[in-house]
């Protein structure tokens, strides 16, 4: 199951906007429902025909038949200005078809060609984006959920000053708390089968490497649990007073707060989150 981010602005996708070029010509185009490579097997057109034709289907929704489009004009006119704007229009097509790998593959070669343009941070950005849309569920494997905290982490990087560093930040965010969650359930894990020394070690590495986002104060309540399952009471009040510092007043607190004092009442009374 997908985690439910939110999907890019209309306004960061302004080459959509595009003008359409004049002296549209007609082609066998397919039909309403999206088409297929089929529909794309065209004898060489002029480059206005190609381009306003993609535009065309883009507009009307066909996104795979509108990205082939695309794809024609780089390739029956390479050195035509239209073959680089074109390119980013078939990664865009790509990515509203859901087709990331091919989106990902034609943005990034643009990069290639294209390192200093001015709509470089986009193309980039779109990178991103088709890693981001693919985060799969904290219950699933997270390799493409890395690859999507890097791709945002570029684009911040190279980029700061763009709108699409802006989004990246925000999502950024959202893609760490997810990878922090991923931690946690692994943790739980370990926890249920009395596996304290890793559930120890997910724990930390989500206070760690983690510790800006909404898992941090479960973290650490359950480090607190599994020290006092391996015998280590020192640690586990460590844990709960930093908990207790930076998070009074919530549940986890509490829990954690209960569970030291079982085992030392003298030496946690004076931390009761009920105290004045």
Same mark, same amino acid.
């Given at each position: ?51 306003? +034709? *993609? !535009?065309?289907?883009?507009? /009307? &929704?066909? %996104? ?8 024609? #004009?780089? @390739? ?103 990878? +922090? *969650? !991923?931690?946690?359930?692994? /943790? &739980?894990? %370990? ?8 559930? #120890?070690? @997910? ?74």
């Amino acid at each position: 199951m997908h985690q439910s981010y939110s999907r890019p602005l209309a306004a960061l996708v302004a080459l959509a906007a595009i003008p359409l070029l004049s002296g549209c010509a007609a082609l066998g185009l397919g039909g309403a429902g999206g088409g297929s490579r089929a529909d794309t097997q065209y004898v060489a057109s002029d480059v206005n025909t190609l381009y306003t +034709a *993609g !535009k065309q289907k883009l507009d /009307g &929704r066909q %996104y795979t038949v509108a990205a082939a489009l695309f794809d024609e #004009v780089e @390739r029956q006119h390479p050195y035509s200005i239209w073959a680089r704007r074109a390119q980013l229009m078939s990664a865009y097509s790509y990515y509203l078809a859901k087709d990331y790998t091919k989106s990902t593959d034609s943005a990034r070669r643009f990069l290639a060609i294209h390192p200093g343009n001015k709509d470089a941070p986009y193309a980039l950005y779109l990178v991103a984006l088709n890693y981001y849309e693919q985060i799969e569920d904290v219950n699933r494997d997270q390799s493409i959920t890395k690859q999507a905290l890097d791709s945002l982490g570029e684009v911040v990087r190279r980029h700061p000053q763009t709108r699409y560093a802006s989004d990246a930040r925000l999502k950024v965010d959202l893609v760490r708390d997810h990878l +922090a *969650g !991923k931690e946690m359930e692994i /943790g &739980r894990f %370990y926890q249920r089968r009395h596996e304290w020394l890793a559930s #120890v070690m @997910r724990f930390r590495n989500v206070i760690d490497e983690y510790q800006t986002t909404t898992h941090t104060p479960e973290a650490l309540m359950r480090l607190t649990e599994s020290y006092l399952a391996l015998g280590i009471p020192a640690e586990a009040r460590k844990s709960a007073a930093v908990l207790g510092a930076n998070y009074p007043g919530t549940k986890w607190y509490e829990r954690a707060f209960e569970l030291v004092q079982r085992h030392s009442p003298t030496q946690t009374a004076a931390a009761s989150p009920t105290a004045s």
